[in-house]
């Protein structure tokens, strides 16, 4: 390898001349300090050059060293003179009249992060590639014999790299071009001899190979999951733009009912307003025409009372009697009795009819609100059941018993997850959460949001429940029984078959048998799942309603000694 290396130094040479040739006017006036074009140019005794003020602060920063030549280190025992190099100056004049540049761009030279080339002398150029038999990095000039020398031809080139010495064995100095599979990490061709003897090494191209087949599968299977991902990213996008046009035609079909609504309370409102004016214009009439009809009997009766007065004041006898009998008969009066004056109360009836119109619209838009609200929250917040059990346990609770709610005949364990029947009554104290007509018992927690639990159950029969707390504790089935009242739901498991019980309404379901049922609570979206899980989970029934409270979790147990279930504890 080093007579390689000691080849394409030499035939470097004649490419680095031909590379400072090309870049005479860019290295030559430029100083290796400041790395700006020359500025009142000095040439020191060793035959660089550099810019006046900045050799001097180079040696004035020296303290008492002695001074030395920034690029090829020579030292002088004294300080020597600095003399303008007037050839170098005046070059530089012409370059400024002519437009030359005298320096490269800045990149084309490394810099701190850079990759620089080991081969350039100076100020030294970015390499392009390295060479990982060489161990060395080049810039395009100094890499051309590995394209032209047959011999570097075959070497290995990578990108510029500045860990090419990590290749380097750093016990033995050679390339490490072997891999120890017992120790899982790169060795050079002695390593086995002493170091690594006896373990299990292959060349690293063959390391290589094979950790490059392994890469490729899981890159098959990366490249699946992006697939897999995007196809589901896809099935959201989905979602979203279903999402929008859905909200956004509910939100226009839910407009267009409310203004039909609206639309109908006004129309209601209209209506009711003009059979009051129609109302009022008949009553009105009624009245002003038997008012009419009053006021002229009262002319006639004044006029009647006039004329009799007149009679009355008339001293002839006999005049007086042929006036009195020549009187017309009084036209028949309107009686009294015919004139019903009603109380202040007339239209005020209709008001009150109105309000109670009112008072039922807004408990049916109270009720039915509440059921409206309960569905946009479903849709909106709730989650899809899990399909795994591994998704289930995403959402496992510890559920322990509360011995204040057992009944007597019930004996807790296990840290009051257990529950075992007895046929002694246990010496339970008195509590008013204690059941007494059933072998029941609640937990201490309540259940919002969502929850998975499991029982285990060693009986052949076993309620699995939830319930409301302020179930009633006494009483018949249909008051304290799980599943004979509405605030309770409850899985009957026998040893051959199941039902479910809700109000005292009670459905037969079919499902395979397990020692084990999982419950899966939704509060907030009113799920209520039953699974029998074994090495699968099978749903057994699922609930679909509107819970008004917090639930909590809940266990009947048959009366055979010795029978129980258990709240499992799970991971």
Request: hydrophobic residues 30%; charged residues 25%; glycine residues 4%.
């Amino acid at each position: 390898m080093f007579e390689e290396v000691k080849l394409s130094q030499s035939q470097l040479s004649r490419g680095e001349m031909a590379q400072k040739g090309a870049q005479l006017d860019q290295e030559t006036f430029s100083c290796s300090i400041c790395l700006e074009v020359l500025k009142d140019p000095v040439t020191i005794p060793c035959g660089h050059s550099y810019c006046m003020n900045c050799i001097k602060t180079y040696w004035d920063e020296g303290e008492k060293k002695l001074p030395s030549c920034p690029q090829c280190r020579e030292t002088f025992t004294q300080r020597p003179v600095l003399v303008k190099n007037t050839m170098f100056a005046a070059l530089l004049e012409q370059m400024k009249k002519t437009g030359l540049q005298a320096a490269p761009a800045d990149h084309c030279y490394a810099g701190p992060e850079d990759v620089a080339c080991d081969f350039c002398s100076g100020r030294k150029l970015k390499a392009i590639k390295s060479c990982l038999v060489c161990l060395a990095s080049y810039c395009e000039n100094h890499l051309q014999p590995h394209h032209d020398v047959a011999p570097l031809k075959k070497h290995k080139l990578a990108d510029p790299s500045k860990n090419l010495q990590d290749n380097i064995c750093p016990r033995h100095g050679e390339v490490m071009k072997m891999f120890c599979r017992t120790d899982q990490k790169c060795i050079c061709y002695l390593c086995p001899v002493d170091e690594h003897k006896g373990h299990d090494t292959v060349s690293a191209a063959a390391e290589r190979n094979e950790r490059q087949r392994e890469m490729e599968v899981s890159r098959q299977q990366i490249q699946q999951e992006i697939q897999d991902r995007e196809k589901d990213v896809k099935l959201l996008q989905q979602e979203v733009e279903a999402i929008n046009q859905s909200a956004d035609k509910t939100v226009e079909d839910s407009e267009e009912i409310f203004t039909e609504l609206i639309s109908l309370i006004q129309k209601r409102s209209s209506d009711v307003k003009q059979q009051i004016r129609s109302q009022q214009k008949t009553e009105v009439r009624r009245v002003r025409e038997l008012e009419e009809k009053l006021q002229q009997e009262i002319t006639d009766l004044k006029r009647r009372d006039i004329e009799m007065k007149q009679l009355s004041d008339t001293e002839d006898h006999n005049q007086f009697l042929h006036n009195y009998l020549s009187l017309s008969p009084l036209s028949e009066s309107t009686p009294s009795s015919s004139i019903s004056i009603r109380p202040l109360r007339y239209f005020e009836d209709v008001t009150a009819a109105v309000s109670e119109v009112r008072g039922r619209l807004q408990d049916i838009l109270r009720d039915m609100w509440t059921n409206v609200s309960l569905t946009i929250t479903d849709v909106l917040l709730s989650e899809s059941e899990p399909k795994s059990r591994a998704g289930f346990l995403k959402y496992s609770c510890e559920i322990t018993l509360d011995p204040n709610t057992a009944h007597t005949q019930l004996l807790l364990s296990e840290e009051n997850r257990k529950v075992t029947f007895m046929k002694k009554h246990q010496s339970y104290s008195s509590h008013p959460d204690r059941f007494t007509s059933y072998r029941q018992v609640l937990s201490r927690e309540s259940l919002t949001g969502r929850h998975y639990w499991e029982v285990e159950k060693k009986a052949d029969r076993v309620f699995v429940a939830v319930s409301y707390k302020n179930i009633s504790r006494s009483g018949g089935w249909k008051e304290s029984g799980f599943g004979g009242n509405y605030k309770s739901w409850s899985l009957y498991c026998y040893s051959n078959s199941y039902e479910f019980g809700h109000n005292n309404i009670k459905t037969s379901i079919s499902g395979p048998q397990s020692s084990r049922i999982g419950v899966y609570l939704d509060h907030r979206a009113g799920v209520l799942s039953f699974y029998s899980v074994s090495e699968t989970m099978t749903l057994l029934h699922r609930v679909q309603t509107t819970f008004s409270q917090p639930l909590y979790a809940g266990v009947w147990v048959g009366d055979t000694s010795g029978h129980s279930a258990e709240f499992c504890k799970l991971k």
